[in-house]
């Protein structure tokens, strides 16, 4: 077969190709319909002068067509060529004046496919809204977190809490629709991220037109909400707020023994120098049309939160010095100090679906990664179907004795919100008369680094143990961003945790042993090949780390298991 280049159908046939090979990239489901449209154009020995008359060759439907019609006016607008006519128009020019009868006869007019724009304001709108904050030649696109983040402010319903507390829908239901007509696509894994099509990009531009044309309004969805006053009624300038997202910690060097650990001298903010104070993350809603409650109810309580768009957790607790420029006075940043303690709260139906894709672990990861000792999590109850209870009791119930004993976190089960929001308020109070009375020792952001974060954490902790050290704000979101402090051994990790019965404890055991995913792919390698090979392979996770009991134990099927993912068995 002749290559495009040499087609009969040459500009038709690399487009189609062009477009193929994105979708390949994507890992898109228009795959199928790319292949098929261009194994039967090739191989087509009929010319064609207009997309049009492509609908009769398998593969190319309106859809299709319509964007081949589009490149092709634009191919023509720059290169000064004429746009071919329609076929519609050359049969209309080229038939037979109508006799008398047939002109009295009512001409039907041809029905247009409706060009899909989704209901202003709706989970399907603020999703393709949220996306379009993206460059559009990019590849990396947004996790779900992010993209909710972006959308939110577009959408009239939540996209964590169902609008109907019986229901266990949300707005995020809408992205099952939009992967099904192909707007959106989804990849990577065990983490994904959600990026616009080329149709979706021009979904998102008739989204805009219409918009536009009927005086409504976008919220800016690339940037969350941010606060107006801080908890002692402070303003808070747009710039400060952006600046806890810069990254001030670098990544450095990895951290093997004791002695590469910095020593620095703590810089010391006496008692009465600052004010505990509440921070909430801007996400925490209680339905679509009730987005404030928490915050005011808070209030109403005698807390007032800072609504801020945390990296980690839902609400976390900082002191705030009295006078703004005691840090950086000091060689530090920003005017907040990270306590001790952090909250991640869960609805039970967002706890449900957090289990089921895998959020639920990746969260706990988080949690664990951010070095704050007192994690907190609070299971709220709402009402659900019988149903869809009984089918996942058993899972949650595993889920949060596994917070409990595995990880170490204390768990408090509240019947709703207004519970939540009390046990907050006590948390708050009991905190402010803990710190307020003390000296706080705050780690300067120059000695610290994304590698030796946890370990000089850790260092301190059995060393210092009378002494309780803090790093700034800015640090801390900086050092808790998934996007700047994920080391190789986060994604060793990560990798290895996808696997079913491979928890965090047998996965830390198994990157202990094998440093490094090429490390440990290589002692697969080494167990040779054939029948032999086969069983050193399947045996090669029980029989290094056989002596390990209790939780970390590994029994044979797991490690075989295990073998047939990264053993290639």
Same mark, same amino acid.
């Given at each position: ?6 087609s ?7 487009w189609?190709k062009e477009w193929?090979d994105?979708?390949r990239?994507?890992?898109s ?8 449209a261009?194994d039967?154009?090739k191989a087509c020995?009929?010319?064609f ?6 609908q009769?060759?398998?593969?190319f ?10 490149k ?6 720059e ?7 329609h ?7 080229n ?5 008398a009868?047939d002109?009295s006869?009512?001409?039907r007019k041809?029905?247009?496919?409706k060009?899909?724009?989704p ?12 996306l ?15 993209l909710?983040?972006?959308?939110q402010?577009?959408?009239d ?5 169902p609008?109907?507390p ?11 629709t939009?992967? !099904?007509? $192909? =707007?959106?696509?989804e990849?990577?894994? /065990?983490?994904r %991220? ?8 021009d @979904? ?6 219409t918009?536009?044309?009927s005086?409504?309004?976008?919220s800016?969805?690339?940037m969350?909400a941010?606060p ?11 710039e400060?707020?952006t ?8 990544d ?9 650990l ?8 006496p008692?009465?120098?600052f004010?505990?104070e509440?921070?909430?993350d801007?996400?925490?809603?209680r ?6 409650y928490? !915050?005011? $109810? =808070? ?5 007032d /939160?800072?609504? %801020? ?6 609400a976390?607790? @900082? ?8 840090l ?6 920003g ?6 303690w952090i909250?991640e ?6 706890l449900i679906g ?6 639920f ?6 949690l664990k990664r951010?070095g704050?000792?007192?994690?907190i ?8 179907d019988?149903?869809t ?27 709703k919100?207004d519970d939540?929001?009390k046990y907050?308020?006590r948390?708050t ?10 000296s706080?020792?705050?780690?300067p952001?120059?000695?610290?680094t994304?590698q ?5 954490l ?8 009378t002494?309780?050290?803090?790093v ?10 998934k996007?700047?402090?994920m ?9 290895l945790?996808?696997t ?7 996965a ?8 490094t995913p ?15 090979g086969?069983k ?6 029980s029989g ?24 290639d068995?």
């Open positions: 077969m002749a290559e495009p280049e040499e009969t159908n040459a500009q038709f046939l690399a189609v193929l994105v979708a990239e994507r890992n489901k228009g795959v199928t319909t790319y292949k098929n261009y039967s154009l020995p009929m010319t002068e207009h997309p049009s008359e492509l009769q060759l398998r593969g439907g309106p859809k299709l067509c319509e964007r081949l019609e589009e092709l006016k634009k191919h023509c607008e290169n000064g060529l004429s746009m071919p006519e076929p519609q128009v050359r049969r209309a020019r038939a037979p004046e109508a006799t009868e002109s006869k009512p001409k041809p029905r247009q496919p060009s899909y724009v209901t202003y304001r709706s989970g399907a709108f603020a999703l393709i809204v949220g379009s904050c993206l460059p559009e030649d990019s590849l990396n696109g947004m996790t779900k977190a992010e909710i983040e972006a959308a402010p577009n959408c319903s939540s996209f964590t809490a609008s109907d019986t229901k266990f829908y949300t707005a995020w239901s809408s992205m099952k939009l992967l !099904q007509k $192909e =707007l959106i696509y990849h990577g894994r /065990p983490l %991220r959600y990026a616009l099509t080329d149709e979706g990009w @979904v998102a531009k008739r989204i805009k037109d918009t536009e044309k005086g409504r309004s976008i800016a969805a690339n969350p941010l107006t006053t801080g908890g002692d009624g402070s303003s808070f300038a747009a400060e707020q600046s806890n997202r810069v990254d001030v910690v670098a450095g060097e990895a951290v093997t023994d004791p002695d590469g910095p020593q620095f001298t703590p810089i010391v903010i008692p009465g120098e004010t505990v509440l921070l909430l801007v996400r925490e809603v339905a679509k049309k009730d987005r404030d928490m !915050q005011e $109810e =808070l209030s109403k309580q005698g807390v /939160p800072i609504m %801020r768009s945390l990296e980690v957790g839902d976390q607790w @900082v002191a705030r010095c009295k006078n703004p420029t005691y950086a006075d000091h060689g530090a940043e005017e907040e100090v990270v306590l001790d909250v709260r869960k609805r039970l139906d967002d957090s289990i089921k894709d895998g959020r672990h990746e969260q706990k990861f988080r951010s704050i000792q007192n994690v999590y609070i299971i709220e109850e709402i009402t659900m019988s149903a209870h009984s089918r996942y009791e058993e899972s949650v119930q595993t889920a949060i004795a596994s917070t409990q004993v595995v990880n170490g976190y204390f768990v408090k089960r509240t019947l919100m939540t929001i907050l308020t948390i109070k009991m905190l402010k008369r803990k710190y307020e009375g003390q706080l020792h705050v780690i952001t120059s000695v610290l994304a030796n974060y946890i370990p000089l850790e260092h301190l902790r059995e060393h210092k143990p002494i309780s050290h803090y700034t704000y800015p640090a801390f979101s900086s050092l808790a961003s996007s700047e402090t080391t190789l051994r986060d994604v060793f990790l990560k990798m945790m996808t079913r019965g491979l928890t965090g404890e047998r830390l055991e198994i990157q202990r042993k094998w440093k090429h490390g440990f792919i290589k002692a697969y390698q080494e167990c040779g090949s054939g029948e032999q086969k050193r392979k399947i045996d090669l996770v290094e780390l056989g002596h390990l009991v209790g939780r970390k134990k590994f029994t044979k099927s797991l490690s075989q298991k295990i073998a047939e993912i990264w053993g068995v």
